[in-house]
């Protein structure tokens, strides 16, 4: 276990205040990004591949970064680190053309969103092992007040200064960060230092598992809630303030279900329930959202979409890595989000070339497919782990 000292309490507290601050940067432009780069004459299948090379980097990067991460334990030089590279890349969004600032932006952001592995270990490792469910629910409810901090951001001030405006935002937000995330302390005991090293032993077949569900539901919420579904709100004649509170529903609602996913009423039920129900929702949202032409259904389609974030993307982690040694916890973390990342690259570019060719309607249609696939597989593990019990 990491030792933080005597003001574990401080150090808590600083560190969640840098995941909201992280979150908040890397978020505070999206609700118009898809919208405005059209607006700029990108066309929809390029604005797929720069919404999908923020996910890329993380593919490549983030195993490489959560095995360093867990042989030399510097947590805090990578936290702030990424929070550098978030800041550095909308310094590249504003002096640059929309097209290629966003391109290399999004490099950036993804370098930068690579070292969450770090993050999240650092958060669970100031927690007891009892604590470990209860402490992902607090990570991911920081994540998601971030999100909606700049969500919130985003609507209020887009209509009136715009796109460079927001990226200043994430600038100061960036670094910001960075500063508080040279002030953290956590470090790794003596003793666990001999023992630091990598293996494969964090590789089991729940962790494989689960991370595949993950791309499945990352990928589609990336493309949809995060990205396109702003495109689908415009082409029905919606405002600027009504694309983005459709975003603030979203990611209210995605506070709201991270928040509740360590109430005993929910706990009542478990993974076994709300996982497959969850992606039940998926496939729903994609089927509904191309089909609504009013506002106010797909304001609705949004509090699904905020299940899914907050309830469902909560509990795919924490099942993900429950049999995973602390000592191993960074690396593992890195496989997860590397393999969801996959979905975060694909499933936007896949959805950007079919929206293009052949409307958003069919591209929808494709993602919903993941909902119905990831009930299938779900039930079926939780069936099996029932019968095994029997």
Same mark, same amino acid.
């Given at each position: 276990?990491?030792?933080?000292?005597?003001?574990?309490?401080?150090?808590?507290?600083?560190?969640?205040?840098?995941?909201?601050?992280?979150?908040?940067?890397?978020?505070?432009?999206?609700?118009?990004?898809?919208?405005?780069?059209?607006?700029?004459?990108?066309?929809?299948?390029?604005?797929?591949?720069?919404?999908?090379?923020?996910?890329?980097?993380?593919?490549?990067?983030?195993?490489?970064?959560?095995?360093?991460?867990?042989?030399?334990?510097?947590?805090?030089?990578?936290?702030?680190?990424?929070?550098?590279?978030?800041?550095?890349?909308?310094?590249?969004?504003?002096?640059?053309?929309?097209?290629?600032?966003?391109?290399?932006?999004?490099?950036?952001?993804?370098?930068?969103?690579?070292?969450?592995?770090?993050?999240?270990?650092?958060?669970?490792?100031?927690?007891?092992?009892?604590?470990?469910?209860?402490?992902?629910?607090?990570?991911?409810?920081?994540?998601?007040?971030?999100?909606?901090?700049?969500?919130?951001?985003?609507?209020?001030?887009?209509?009136?200064?715009?796109?460079?405006?927001?990226?200043?935002?994430?600038?100061?937000?960036?670094?910001?960060? #960075?500063?508080?995330?040279?002030?953290?302390? &956590?470090?790794?005991?003596? @003793? $666990? %230092? /001999? *023992?630091? !090293?990598?293996?494969?032993?964090?590789?089991?077949?729940?962790?494989?598992?689960?991370?595949?569900?993950?791309?499945?539901?990352?990928?589609?919420?990336?493309?949809?809630?995060?990205?396109?579904?702003?495109?689908?709100?415009?082409?029905?004649?919606?405002?600027?303030?009504?694309?983005?509170?459709?975003?603030?529903?979203? #990611?209210?609602?995605?506070?709201?279900?991270? &928040?509740?996913?360590?109430? @005993? $009423? %929910? /706990? *009542?039920? !478990?993974?076994?329930?709300?996982?497959?129900?969850?992606?039940?929702?998926?496939?729903?949202?994609?089927?509904?959202?191309?089909?609504?032409?009013?506002?106010?259904?797909?304001?609705?389609?949004?509090?699904?979409?905020?299940?899914?974030?907050?309830?469902?993307?909560?509990?795919?982690?924490?099942?993900?890595?429950?049999?995973?040694?602390?000592?191993?916890?960074?690396?593992?973390?890195?496989?997860?989000?590397?393999?969801?990342?996959? !979905?975060?690259?694909?499933?936007?570019?896949?959805?950007?070339?079919?929206?293009?060719?052949?409307?958003?309607?069919?591209?929808?249609?494709?993602?919903?497919?993941?909902?119905?696939?990831?009930?299938?597989?779900?039930?079926?593990?939780?069936?099996?782990?029932?019968?095994?019990?029997?």
């Amino acid at each position: 276990m990491e030792t933080f000292g005597d003001g574990i309490k401080q150090q808590r507290a600083a560190l969640s205040a840098i995941v909201l601050l992280f979150w908040f940067s890397l978020y505070v432009y999206v609700p118009y990004q898809t919208n405005y780069l059209t607006s700029q004459g990108v066309s929809m299948d390029t604005v797929g591949v720069i919404l999908g090379i923020y996910g890329g980097i993380q593919m490549c990067f983030r195993m490489p970064i959560g095995i360093y991460s867990d042989v030399r334990r510097k947590h805090g030089f990578l936290i702030a680190l990424g929070m550098a590279f978030v800041g550095t890349a909308s310094v590249l969004r504003v002096v640059l053309p929309a097209k290629t600032g966003f391109f290399l932006g999004n490099v950036l952001a993804g370098f930068g969103s690579a070292m969450w592995s770090a993050f999240m270990a650092m958060f669970l490792g100031m927690y007891p092992v009892t604590q470990k469910k209860e402490a992902t629910s607090r990570v991911m409810f920081y994540n998601n007040v971030g999100k909606l901090a700049a969500f919130v951001c985003a609507t209020l001030f887009y209509p009136l200064l715009g796109m460079k405006f927001l990226c200043l935002v994430c600038v100061a937000g960036g670094y910001a960060g #960075m500063g508080l995330g040279i002030w953290l302390k &956590g470090k790794r005991p003596p @003793e $666990a %230092v /001999k *023992k630091a !090293g990598f293996s494969l032993h964090f590789l089991n077949s729940r962790l494989i598992l689960f991370s595949l569900l993950t791309l499945m539901q990352q990928g589609v919420q990336m493309s949809t809630a995060m990205s396109y579904t702003s495109k689908v709100l415009e082409n029905i004649g919606a405002s600027q303030m009504q694309i983005g509170l459709s975003s603030i529903i979203y #990611m209210a609602a995605s506070v709201y279900f991270s &928040g509740i996913v360590s109430t @005993e $009423a %929910v /706990k *009542k039920r !478990g993974p076994q329930f709300w996982i497959p129900f969850s992606f039940v929702t998926i496939w729903l949202y994609c089927w509904i959202v191309p089909n609504i032409t009013n506002v106010w259904g797909i304001w609705l389609c949004q509090i699904a979409a905020g299940l899914q974030t907050g309830l469902l993307f909560t509990y795919l982690i924490a099942e993900a890595v429950n049999d995973i040694d602390e000592e191993q916890r960074a690396t593992a973390l890195a496989f997860f989000q590397m393999t969801y990342a996959v !979905g975060m690259t694909v499933f936007p570019m896949l959805s950007g070339m079919i929206a293009e060719h052949w409307g958003l309607k069919l591209a929808y249609g494709m993602l919903g497919i993941m909902g119905i696939l990831g009930v299938i597989i779900s039930s079926i593990y939780y069936a099996r782990i029932r019968g095994k019990k029997e």
